[in-house]
């Protein structure tokens, strides 16, 4: 940090400390032992008075004068012309030295323009004082007062915004809330603060164990250059297909686009009739819909939440061209049974298995018992372990 800067027609009396980074600007006098903090900014013409004490950060504008009794804490801000006092009722004639009453102004607080802070009377920490106010008894933390006599108006965000009026009231500006209690203000605990919401899926234990892996394969794709598709896609394809025992793996943008290729590849389209499972995510019907083919509903096994595989061949008619099974949850429908329906129809069984990636039946993998199979690498899928 620099050392501090003192401007040449400033006065600094004996025994003073300034700290670093801090600056005096043109006509000040800062009297025998003030102590200053570091960062400090003292505008053109600002008195301090002896021993006083100015925190980190302070900043007083042109033209402010702080007597002996008034204790300034770190990163007060003191607006131009701001009036400190230091005796209730001065007579010039009377001497009343003895009678000094001690002002402090907390961390944080800021004192308006011409504001008079009548001594003996403290300004809680992030308080605001506005412009002109004479304040003539305490003001509490983050209270915000103005006039003469000064009266809390409302509360003051430590960011320095004005907050709603209400019992917990949260910044506008940047999201902090308040507990209000009387004359009392506080900012709330963290968790009453922003109650974070229960997220969707929290990949963070999942993935630290594998952080470097991930981290190594980032690093690889991005100084391959290669951000679509490339050596990366096709090696992927490669072992997907491997795994799940098929000829052809095809990577596309999503699962849900892995339906909608499957089924435009089958050329299904209007006046076509795709039967799925009531309950499924919505891009099983919606891919459906998509292609304008009417998606046809056969309700769920209670058992296994799947197609009930027995309640198909009831809704099969003419314009039947296809079947799209999900397999929910990581568990395979029954696709014994879906098979032979298809084959005594001549219908297409496309594979939903998003969520089933690795799931395993005594006739093998999911993706490899129809004629094309649809997989979702969205992070919260159900992912079978090896
Ligand atoms: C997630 C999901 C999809 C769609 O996969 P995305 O990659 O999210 O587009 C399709 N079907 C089922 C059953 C799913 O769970």
Same mark, same amino acid.
């Given at each position: ?14 025994? *003073? ?34 021993? *006083? ?6 900043k007083v504008q042109n033209n402010v004068s702080i007597y002996e ?75 915000? *007062? ?33 507990? *209000? ?150 568990l395979p429908a029954d696709m014994r049974t879906i098979a032979k ?46």
């Open positions: 940090m620099a050392p501090p800067f003192v401007h040449s027609s400033a006065v600094v009396d004996d025994d *003073v400390r300034i700290g670093d980074g801090s600056r005096v600007w043109h006509f000040c006098h800062v009297s025998q032992g003030a102590r200053i903090g570091k960062n400090a900014s003292l505008g053109q013409n600002v008195f301090v008075g002896r021993g *006083v004490t100015l925190g980190n950060g302070v009794g008034v204790e300034i804490d770190d990163d007060v801000f003191l607006g131009p012309s701001c009036v400190f006092t230091n005796v209730l009722a001065p007579r010039a004639f009377i001497e009343k030295k003895a009678e000094y009453h001690p002002t402090r102004v907390g961390r944080g607080a800021t004192v308006g323009a011409n504001a008079t802070i009548v001594c003996g009377n403290h300004v809680g920490p992030y308080a605001l004082v506005g412009a002109g106010a004479v304040v003539t008894r305490d003001v509490p933390a983050y209270g915000l *007062v103005v006039g003469n006599p000064a009266r809390r108006v409302g509360w003051s965000c430590k960011c320095g915004v004005r907050l709603p009026d209400a019992p917990r009231p949260r910044c506008p500006s940047c999201g902090q809330s308040y507990i *209000v209690e009387g004359e009392v203000c506080r900012p709330a605990p963290h968790a009453e603060s922003a109650p974070d919401p229960i997220p969707l899926v929290d990949l963070r234990a999942e993935h630290a164990p594998l952080l470097p892996a991930l981290v190594r394969a980032f690093e690889r794709v991005v100084s391959s250059g290669e951000m679509i598709l490339g050596e990366e896609v096709r090696a992927f394809e490669h072992e997907a297909a491997q795994t799940l025992g098929v000829s052809h793996a095809v990577g596309v943008s999503s699962g849900t686009d892995a339906l909608l290729v499957s089924l435009m590849a089958l050329g299904i389209g209007p006046g076509d009739e795709v039967v799925t499972s009531a309950y499924s995510f919505f891009a099983s019907a919606g891919s459906i819909a998509r292609t304008l083919a009417t998606p046809v509903f056969v309700d769920i096994d209670l058992n296994t939440l799947n197609i009930d595989a027995n309640a198909i061949a009831s809704v099969i008619t003419p314009r039947t061209k296809a079947i799209i099974v999900p397999h929910l949850f990581g329906i298809a084959a005594a129809h001549g219908l297409f069984v496309i594979e939903d298995a998003a969520q089933a990636f690795m799931a395993k039946t005594p006739e093998g993998p999911v993706g490899g018992l129809g004629d094309i199979a649809c997989f979702s690498v969205f992070p919260p899928k159900s992912r079978c372990a090896r």
